[in-house]
């Protein structure tokens, strides 16, 4: 059983997709997730625009996924603007299929208001979705993801930086870990998983 699987065990997850979020995706959505999948977290989280989102609403296609806090000075925008170079050098048929997600460690001050700005700060298009949820949920996911963090007496993070791609399952298909390995390689990982 896989680190994935154990998780996903242990947590008491049913392998259920989540409920559409549009009737086109019915169909879609009512096969089972597999075990490796993290897309079966039930936690709902909410869009910089204000919807209630379920993870298993990216189902479909590749998504390239970070854990981050808006108002980080130092590794954050390093992985953002990495994000914005693996968009910008895919190609147009396969660009339009990936989507970028930013998940923050910090939804007390990471409002909807407050990533709605970052989206306008960052210039991040439509394929982007910001999210923000409760603690459990983000603790969840990060979890799942491999992604350790801690909140400092000063309201910062201290996490690890983990660039995550997961195929049209939520499967992880590939992992960045740390800023030093350029993205060459998850650029790779990306059309493989999306061609």
């Known amino acids: 059983m896989t680190a994935m699987s154990?998780?996903?065990?242990a947590a008491g997850y049913s392998g259920q997709a989540a409920k559409p979020s549009c009737p086109c995706c019915?169909?879609?959505a009512a096969a089972p997730f597999s075990k490796e999948s993290i897309y079966q977290l039930d936690a709902r989280f909410t869009d910089d625009a204000g919807r209630t989102?379920?993870?298993g609403a990216l189902r479909g296609r590749p998504v390239v996924l970070d854990m981050f806090f808006a108002s980080c000075g130092s590794a954050c925008p390093i992985t953002v603007t990495d994000m914005l170079s693996i968009q910008s050098r895919l190609p147009a048929a396969l660009r339009a299929r990936v989507t970028?997600?930013?998940v923050t460690f910090d939804p007390a001050r990471d409002t909807r208001q407050v990533l709605a700005d970052y989206r306008r700060q960052r210039l991040l298009d439509g394929q982007w979705v910001l999210l923000r949820g409760d603690d459990d949920g983000?603790?969840?996911l990060a979890a799942l993801l491999g992604v350790r963090y801690t909140r400092e007496p000063d309201g910062t993070f201290s996490h690890s930086n983990v660039l995550t791609l997961l195929n049209d399952k939520g499967?992880?298909?590939y992992q960045r870990v740390g800023l030093n390995e350029g993205i060459g390689r998850i650029c790779a990982a990306v059309a493989a998983n999306g061609g």
């Open 171 to 173: 499967e992880i298909a």
């Open 138 to 140: 983000i603790r969840e």
């Open 53 to 55: 989102f379920a993870i």
């Open 26 to 28: 019915k169909e879609e």
């Open 100 to 102: 970028f997600v930013l």
């Open 6 to 9: 154990l998780a996903a065990a």
